[in-house]
Each structure stands twice: as C-alpha cells, then as structure tokens.
C-alpha cells in the first residue's frame, strides 16, 4: 500500500527512496498537536520537522501522501519516569514513546544520549534526558540492595551538597533526583536511612544554583511535604501513603511543584492485573520484546491493596486543583514496561478524572514545557516530526493509542519488530543487566520504588 501511495504522490520516488527519506505528507487526518484538536487535517513534514499543519494546508507535489481517514496524528509520546538500560529506548519507541526522561541510572551514557536527541538522524531509539546518579546516603533508597561492585558515591552532609550536585551536572545530568525514604509508612520495624530536612534543603539549593530542576523521590506525605517546603520543583511519584488533604494541595499549588504520576506502577503494586491484561492484548502482544514481556508480567510477591484507591484519589484531586501531572510510568518496575506501559498510565490518568486530551497533554506538550525538551511534544510547523498515527479516535477513547498505524521518529518510518536483546532479567524485581551495544557493559538499573517490606498494613 505504502508503494502506491508512494507513486500516488511522486512519479520519481522509487519505493526504497520513499521509506528511506523523512519528507511526508498525512492528507485528511484527525490531529491533537499536544493541545487542542483539529479535524480533516493535512500535514507536510520536511526533512524531519513538521512543515505544515492545517485545514488549508496545501501538499507539495514532490511528496508521498499516506491516508489519515479514520485516523487520529498524535505527537510522539513523552514518558516523564523511566529507567533506562540498554535495548530501553528501542522498546519504548516501538510503542511510539519517542522520548524518555530518566529518573536515575548508573551508567550515565550522557554524551550518545545528548548527541542523538540533537540530531535528526535515522534512529531505533527513544532520545533520553537523565538524571544520571540521584542523591541518597549510604545505605538509603534505591542502593539498599545494589551489588557491592556499584560504588555509587552518596551523598555524607549537607555541606557536602554544593561538591556532589556539581560533580552530577559536570557529568552530564539535566535534572538532580533526590531520594527521601524510610519505608516509615509501611510501619515496619526497620526503616531506611535517609536524607535529612538540612540535607533535602541544601541538595535542592544546589540543584537551583546549577540552575536544574530538583525532582524528589518519595512515597509519604510528610516526605513530600518537607521536599516542597525545601523548595523542591517536583514530586517523582503520585503519594500512595494515604489521600491528601486540601493543606497539602494548597502547599502544592501555593508552591508551584509539578509531579510525575506513575499511577501504573502503583497499580501494579495493588495486584489489579491491568499490565498482565495489556500484554495479551493483540495490539501489544506481537510487538513486545522478550524484557518487555518479562517486567510487564513480573509480580510483586506482596500486594498492598489500599495503595491504588490512594493515588487514584490524589490523582484527581491534585489535577482538579490545577496541578501540573505529566505522565511517567517508572518502568521497568513489575508490572510495567518500556513504551507500552505509558498507554496504561493514560488510561488510568482518564479514570482519574482527566479527560483524553488532557491525559494526552500530560504525555506530550506538557512535559516538553516543563523539562524544555527541544522543540517535540507538540504537532507544530517547526517542531521534531517524531509523530504517533493511530486507528480510531483516542481524543473520545483513550485506549485507541494502543491502534498503532505507524511511527515517525525524526520524520522516519519505525519498524514495530522487537528485537531480540540479549538480556539477563532478573524476574523477581524487574531489574536488569545487559551486554552493552553500547559500551555501558555493566550498566544495570535500580529501581527507585524501593522493594516493599515483608509484612505490611493493609496487604
Ligand atoms: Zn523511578
């Protein structure tokens, strides 16, 4: 079909010229440009940007037309929480997730990383933004369980902030993550090390002075509450400890925080089957690699049931008082994935009470405010064509995004073929450790919802 249509639209271009350049047009197309929608739309893409987007527009001779009736043109998708390894970003932009902002790793790969999402050549990959290294203590969240081989420097005293956040910039990171964590909620004996009030104060100065955002991992309400009075931008994961009350959200608004929801990968917590049900899905099923089938498979042993009814109702309410949410799935945890678990957390995002177009905002224009990622997000003369075609209309279904039709990275046609990683997945946690394609041979990811306790409330 592409061939006829490839002919359709120019004498001259031979087959293999039409699937090897990033120049296109979508004729009649319902398009959400990542903040309002427009109907019976046509829209040129040149060169890797989008030319032209409109009712009106006219298309160049020169260019192959593909069909969007009965379609909806997104921009590709923005996942807001991930942790990155080798083959990560491949699955994640097979499932039209064209850009993932990392929230901690170790092999911080900054320079390929920065290179490529610069440049708008012919990739199999999802363009990163890393926090690299977060700041934590020894002992503390997420490296409580990492091999002694790691030696992750932590941070030793407030004094020390200012030294640690610039070694972590110099490095490379575009935003400082900071870890507060006890597991104090699951009121367990044992608690985690973790970073004192002066210490949570004087990494976010120094975040701020190096002018980056300070994004602050934690799960309970008091920890968020002390990151925001610290002047923390950000929280890295919706508050699962328990529903907050208007106090809180007026601290939040008066504040100006945003936060990163990784509802999904609290549903998976609460034992819903929602990841279990995607993977059997026959729009995901063929399209899943080997690491994406384990994590999404993968299972807490435990299950703490009254976590989700949590974060559903700070989801709602958060985003009813005009905070702003964007979309993050923290895979690779159990129970989501590279890619496909950003559809989930959309189709959550609208049970919390957003509509469609607002979730899709969450996973696209608004992330690329936020975090100043370069011209993406958005369907928009000028903007990166790295674009999302899709059967159906998911502005009235949200669920339509998994229809996918075909994938634009850089104005480039992506293969939906997973390839085969070789990876060592380590099926009780999710974690991984892969063979570098890359050079980062021993790189592994740790993931920063920290491992729940053996006996816990509620579970
Ligand atoms: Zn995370």
């Not at 895979?331 to 177009?357: M, W």
Request: net charge positive; with cysteine.
């Amino acid at each position: 079909m592409r061939v006829a249509i490839c002919l359709l639209g120019l004498l001259a271009c031979a087959p293999t010229a039409c699937a090897a350049t990033n120049s296109f047009a979508i004729r009649d197309v319902r398009v959400f440009d990542g903040d309002r929608t427009i109907e019976n739309a046509n829209v040129v893409v040149e060169a890797g940007r989008i030319a032209k987007v409109g009712f009106h527009v006219t298309i160049p001779a020169h260019l192959r037309i593909i069909d969007g009736r009965g379609k909806t043109l997104l921009p590709g998708l923005i996942d807001s929480h991930v942790h990155v390894f080798p083959g990560a970003q491949a699955d994640a932009l097979r499932f039209g997730v064209t850009t993932e902002l990392d929230m901690f790793d170790i092999s911080r790969n900054f320079k390929r990383w920065t290179a490529q999402r610069v440049r708008l050549a012919r990739t199999n990959e999802a363009d990163t933004w890393a926090a690299g290294l977060g700041v934590t203590v020894r002992g503390g969240a997420p490296l409580q369980d990492a091999p002694p081989w790691l030696h992750v420097p932590t941070l030793k005293s407030a004094a020390d902030a200012r030294k640690f956040v610039d070694a972590r910039v110099r490095e490379g990171s575009d935003y400082i993550k900071l870890f507060i964590e006890t597991l104090s909620e699951y009121h367990t004996r044992k608690t985690l090390p973790t970073l004192t009030p002066a210490e949570v104060c004087a990494v976010i100065a120094a975040a701020h002075a190096d002018h980056r955002l300070a994004i602050v991992h934690t799960q309970a309400e008091w920890a968020a509450r002390e990151a925001i009075n610290c002047g923390a931008d950000a929280l890295a994961h919706m508050i699962p400890d328990r529903v907050v009350g208007a106090h809180f959200i007026a601290l939040a608004k008066q504040r100006h925080i945003f936060i990163e929801s990784t509802d999904d990968v609290w549903a998976a917590v609460s034992g819903l089957g929602i990841a279990q049900k995607l993977a059997r899905d026959p729009r995901v099923a063929p399209y899943l690699s080997a690491a994406q089938k384990s994590t999404l498979l993968a299972k807490d042993k435990k299950t703490v049931r009254w976590l989700f009814p949590n974060v559903l109702a700070n989801t709602r309410a958060l985003h009813a008082a005009g905070i702003p949410i964007v979309a993050g799935t923290d895979s690779p945890n159990p129970g989501t994935a590279h890619g496909v678990a950003l559809h989930e957390e959309l189709q959550i995002l609208v049970k919390a009470g957003f509509t469609p177009q607002e979730a899709l905002h969450a996973a696209t224009a608004l992330p690329d405010a936020i975090f100043h990622l370069g011209r993406r997000g958005h369907v928009t003369p000028g903007y990166r064509a790295d674009l999302l075609l899709v059967r159906g209309n998911p502005i009235r279904n949200i669920a339509d995004t998994l229809s996918i039709d075909r994938i634009w990275m850089n104005g480039y046609a992506v293969s939906r073929t997973p390839e085969n990683h070789e990876r060592a997945v380590n099926h009780r946690t999710g974690s991984q450790r892969a063979p570098s394609r890359h050079g980062d041979s021993r790189s592994a990811t740790l993931q920063d919802r920290p491992k729940l306790p053996r006996a816990q409330s509620g579970s």
